[in-house]
């Protein structure tokens, strides 16, 4: 009985094993809910948590890649068009812009009259609706339903998020949604980082602040009974933006989240008692006009945006030229956007299990990492980064994109060691500039993918200087082909001239100590570059104290000016040399006036000539104008110039090609799944193999069988015994 038992049990095993073996289509691993694999889904990752998603307060690109998708300015960059062009977005067409003079007489170009004001005229597109949100929920008499919420309210109603409130509604973009943003940028309570900027050019800006009462007993502020000059409604669908003088980069800022439309009812909302502490705040639940808007807004694990179901017709672009033809940019001409109903963002800290993921196709783009650019990447003989075998195999995608940005190591001008216009000063930054080596930084962590800056205007943007007219002469020499980086000796000369000799402190004698302050992603690279860092500044005898927070925190120090060394870096708002030269604009300090001059550079001579730059055409005078200041800049070296960088961007055989677009980010509208084929390859790349577990369960079980035919005969003479 024991043995027919047995045999039938092992041959139960083999089938097992077998159906084990061609167990296809199983896939355990899949992070995602089963529900989700029939939806249009968008999946990525982000490694930053974003601070704020405010549009008066956000600056940083972590937030604009939220924020971007769900508020509209007026005017955006054309998805196919390069160079880049603005057109309209929710404007009815481009601004009108009139120039007057100092009585008023209206200038018309090519006059020469200077130009005192300038007054940009905007019309809107008239039917445009906000995203369902509950500040414009109203009841069956027409009042609103949670803009006079008791201070017991949320608990009572056992509110914890935005969607725990049961009704929303929407209303119709008007042209005094986007007065009532601007307004905000100008009110102090609000810290907007564009405020000294704007101060300089909207008629009545800086004034502002001044109507505005300063106790208001229950944390809101109605704005829309203080007037601000500079900015005038002429009807629902139309006002205009009054500047003093001519500034013509401010076209560019009308395609920036800063001047997108917010509704006073929302600030109503948002205002009352307890909202903050629940995190129910523009800074968390953006309110917008655009193609998506946030569904879940968990920093810690993942951030969601849903299709905006009131987003107006708008369409994908059905003409482009052949090479957007050529490319498969034109993948859904005429269809309606957006083409997914869902984005999720995951948070990924490690650069390893993002890449992983990727590869088993449960991301749907990817950058490289130095550590897996061998894996995906192959270089030619004639030096063309091309995609490997595996990634070919994979059906994988590669773009190669030279950005419009710059990542450089600042020295905060306010310190009195780093800091102030002293030849000693500048000698020892001059020293530092040649002993941090960045062409082999981006080497040795970036796989050669970009190029060590020569000064603060990145390639692409008007102003970039190429050969031997480009390079900074305080680090670099010409070798008649190339740059060639100066020798260390030159550095320690440079120590020694300020006082520094062999690195030493005159006042200690020991080493110079400086105070490195730096964002740490958590990134397996951070330590090799932390170490890497602290290697070339002991190239000239000086000891680096690095200072690594978190980005937030980071920040906060930056505002105060509480740093005396700090890497950062700038992605272009808009495609014009002075978004660039405006970093070391005196009047935009970071400590003193909150701008974006986070070194705290102050020069008049370098502030008189961007004045006379900014607002000109792109023609030889401006040209001369900026090397004059470029000059300036690697005299005085303010910055390590640091890196200009090129992205690699893998995406799966299912993405659609999207057209890269490095200036704005609005553009996941235009992004499209082939959903199908997605769940075909996900299957076919985690189907797991199983049968070598099986194979060794088999086996094990062989092994022991003579054990147990031991043991059941053990059992039959004890039973005989028993029985005699």
Known sequence: MFLANWHRMLFALLLMVQNISHAGGWVFNNPYPASQSLQAIYYTSFSEQPKTLDPAKSYSSNEYQFIMQIYEPVLQYDYLTRPYKLVPLTAAAMPEVHYYDSI????????????????????????????????????????????????????????????????????????????????????????????????????????????????????????????????????DYTFEISLKGQYQQFLFWLAMPFFSPVPWEADRFYAQPDMDDKNISFGWYPIGTGPFLMRENNPNSQMVLNKNPNYRDTRFPATGSEEDKQ?????????????????????????????????????????????????????????????????????????????????YLGFNMLDPVVGGKTKRAKKLRQAISIAVNYDEFIGIFFNGRGNAAQGPIPPGIFGFREGEQGINPYVYTWDGAAPKRRLIDDAKQLMIEAGYPNGLDPATKKPLILHYDVAATGGPDDKAQLNWMRKQFARIGIALNIRSTQYNRFQEKMRHGN??????????????????????????????????????????????????????????GRQQLIDK??????????????????????????????????????TLKYMAIDVPLRNELRNAWNTPVLWPVALFILLLTILLLPFLFAYHKKQQRRAVRIKS
């Open 104 to 235: 008023g007489e209206e200038i018309v170009p090519p006059h020469t009259g200077k130009i005192a004001r300038s007054v940009y005229t905007i019309h809107i597109t008239p039917g445009i609706l906000y995203q369902p949100h509950p500040a414009f929920s109203k009841d069956e008499h027409g009042n609103f339903r949670y803009h006079n919420l008791s201070s017991d309210f949320l608990s009572d109603q056992h509110i914890s998020r935005l969607s725990d409130f049961k009704y929303s509604g929407t209303r119709e973009l008007i042209a005094d949604d986007y007065i009532y943003e601007i307004k905000r940028l100008a009110n102090p309570a609000i810290s907007s980082p564009v405020y000294g900027l704007m101060s300089e050019y909207i008629e009545g800006f800086q004034e502002y602040a001044a109507t505005l009462p300063h106790n208001i007993g229950n944390g809101l502020l109605d704005l829309r009974q203080y007037p601000l000059r500079g900015v005038r409604k002429i009807d």
């Open 327 to 407: 490319k498969g940019y034109l993948h859904h001409p005429g269809m309606r956007l957006p083409l997914i109903e869902k984005a999720v963002f995951i948070l990924e800290k490690e650069t390893i299990p993002r890449w992983n993921k990727f590869l088993q196709g449960y991301y749907d783009l990817s950058g490289i990492s130095a550590d897996s650019f061998e894996q995906a990447i192959q270089i030619t003989r004639g030096g063309e980064a091309v995609l490997s075998h595996d990634m070919q195999k994979k059906g994988m995608r590669l773009e190669q994109v030279t950005e419009p940005n710059i990542y």
């Open 563 to 620: 740093a005396q060394l700090f890497t950062w870096g700038w992605n272009a708002d808009y495609p014009d040399p002075e978004n660039f030269l405006f970093l070391l604009y005196g009047p935009n300090g970071k400590a003193k006036h909150g701008g974006e001059n986070a070194a705290n550079y102050h020069n008049p001579s370098y502030d008189r000539l961007f004045d006379l730059m900014k607002n000109r055409n792109n023609d030889e």
């Open 629 to 666: 200041m470029v000059a300036m800049l690697r005299d005085d070296a303010p910055w390590l110039w640091g890196i200009n960088s090129q992205s690699f961007i893998l995406s799966q055989q299912w993405v659609a090609p999207v057209k890269t677009n490095s200036i704005s980010q609005n």
